[in-house]
């Protein structure tokens, strides 16, 4: 290839635990050339960003010759898109090779976006320069994970919220991250002790703040959740809780106290004074009432009361039950939420009919039933839904003895776009394992991770993907770029309106069982 790509070779060996910045340099004689910008030696005159290299603002054509920095070079045909920079995180190769997970990662740009907090899977906050990659500020806060980072408004505070026996939200002051004030969200929730590092999956026994908000007059939105066991009985236990800026709570929900059930990842549009939030359930027992158990609790915002519980019927015989998880969102009057057996569902608050997407819904393949779940998605004015299903299945109420799929359904991995009317305005199908989406601030632009593959061990296929979001006919290709890197991609990205995106790497096991691959973030442009 006549360009620098990502190394796969230098990410055959995990390295220590210490954070490092690296970024490899613009090879000798070559420019690199981005959306809107081009990547350059330093001395060009551009903005410095990571590897002693400068990004320099403007556009060109493709076929163009140019020279900047003492280096002349022709433009190629399409856009390329290149890393910024690469931080390590640490070394959880221990973890990946016992058959944990992907590490949990939490990335927040700063309001101003010269700064990206980072919250690691080993307990620590990490502040680095948006451009540069330098460390601006690093503090360990808990014993296990850090879930959720967010800024207020001002970007004055950073707040980190733990998954841990106590499970503090800390409100910091970057970049020395000292702390202002915490909350310990388990004197409501009960604590748990922190499990032995032989369990790669008990940190999810712990209590956590499972999404910290930052509205926009600053208060603090935290949805809090602990299932664990007790006498070897499930355990629920879940609240929600508006915080001033100051740390004292102003309202919470349940009124009366925690609820017995999980609450996972709201959301909000402040502008219709509403939240959303779905609603589980692992405890044994009926479930209390007042609940929307396996579907999404409307509140109103301003006062965190209920007006609405959303719950669809599973998809019989295939399904028994059907539940919401990242798929949930509020635009307005409508809620939307995407279910594990493939549908999404369109609720109105004005009382009009529902309308159903059949995404992944089941499919047969002879007489195996298949289905992909609607994992991720979020709508966006005006009136999108963008949803992702994920990898195929086979529902767990099948009789069938098959334990892997026989083929692929036909809308497994695949980013689509509706109106709220549910009428498609374009899909995309990939063979890439799609791994998260999320929007820039706009609502203009999204990205889409590729993670881990488990047919196969290609490694062309991590990164991301930018799209420009539109109705069918507004622009020619939605696809804006593809953007490599050397490892699998964790769920969760931020991307910036000036190109920029964020994304955690994960190191993964190969089929003969050896770790690849670097826990690190990486910025792309």
């Known amino acids: 290839m006549r360009r620098w790509t990502l190394s796969l070779l230098s990410v055959l ?104 907090a980072v919250g690691t899977h080993r307990g620590e906050v990490v502040l680095l320069d948006g451009w540069t990659g330098k460390e601006l500020g690093r503090r360990r806060l808990a014993e296990t994970m850090v879930k959720a980072v967010a800024w207020s408004p001002d970007g004055a505070t950073l707040y980190a919220a733990e998954q841990s026996p106590d499970a503090f939200v800390h409100a910091l002051d970057p970049p020395a991250l000292t702390s202002r004030w915490t909350f310990r969200l388990a004197d409501e929730l009960d604590s748990s002790p922190a499990p032995p590092d032989t369990d790669v999956y008990g940190v999810y026994t712990l209590p956590a703040a499972w999404s910290v908000q930052v509205l926009k007059g600053g208060d603090v939105l935290v949805a809090g959740t602990h299932s664990w066991l007790v006498d070897d009985v499930r355990q629920n236990k879940a609240r929600i809780w508006r915080l001033a800026p100051d740390g004292s709570v102003r309202d919470a929900w349940p009124e009366d106290g925690v609820a017995d059930a999980t609450l996972l990842f709201p959301h909000v549009d402040e502008s219709a004074d509403r939240l959303v939030v779905a609603v589980g359930r692992s405890a044994p027992g009926e479930p209390p009432p007042g609940l929307a158990v396996g579907g999404v609790q409307v509140l109103t915002l301003s006062t965190l009361t209920s007006t609405h519980q959303l719950v669809a019927e599973p998809l019989k015989p295939h399904f028994s039950s059907a539940r919401p998880w990242e798929a ?116 203009r632009h999204l990205v889409v991770g590729h993670g881990e593959r488990s047919s196969d061990d290609r490694r062309d296929l991590f990164g991301v993907s930018i799209y420009t979001l539109g109705l069918e006919g507004t622009f020619e290709e939605p696809l804006q770029v593809r953007c490599p890197t050397e490892s699998p991609v964790f769920f969760r990205q931020s991307l910036r309106d000036d190109g920029r995106v964020a994304v955690t790497e994960v190191p993964w096991k190969a089929e003969d069982g050896s770790v690849l691959g670097t826990y690190q973030v990486t910025v792309l442009r």
């Not at 022709?74 to 944990?100: K, N, Y």
């Open 328 to 443: 949930v969102d509020v635009l307005a009057n409508i809620v939307m939420a995407g279910y594990s057996d493939g549908r999404a569902r369109l609720f109105s608050m004005d009382g009009g009919p529902a309308k159903t997407l059949e995404l992944g819904v089941p499919w047969l393949a002879g007489d195996v039933p298949l289905a992909a779940p609607v994992s991720w998605g979020f709508m966006t004015q005006p009136g999108l839904v963008v949803t992702v299903t994920g990898d195929t299945n086979i529902p767990w109420g099948s009789q069938t003895t098959v334990t892997r799929p026989p083929s692929p359904h036909p809308q497994a991995n695949r980013l689509s776009v509706h109106d709220v009317g549910g009428e498609l305005a374009w899909a995309r199908s990939d063979e890439r394992i799609l791994a998260g989406v999320s929007p820039s601030p706009s609502g």
């Open 13 to 116: 060996a995990l390295t220590g635990c210490g954070v490092s910045e690296k970024a490899p340099p613009v090879r000798d004689g070559e420019l690199g050339f981005l959306r809107g910008a081009i990547l350059a030696p330093a001395g060009s005159g551009g903005r410095p960003v990571g590897g002693g290299r400068e990004l320099v603002d403007g556009g060109w054509t493709p076929g163009e010759q140019l020279s900047l920095g003492g280096v002349r070079d022709q433009a190629p045909a399409t856009a390329e898109c290149l890393a910024l920079f690469s931080v390590e995180l640490g070394d959880v190769g221990r973890m990946i090779a016992m058959g944990g997970e992907a590490p949990n990662t939490a990335l927040a740009w700063s309001p101003d976006g010269d700064q990206l």
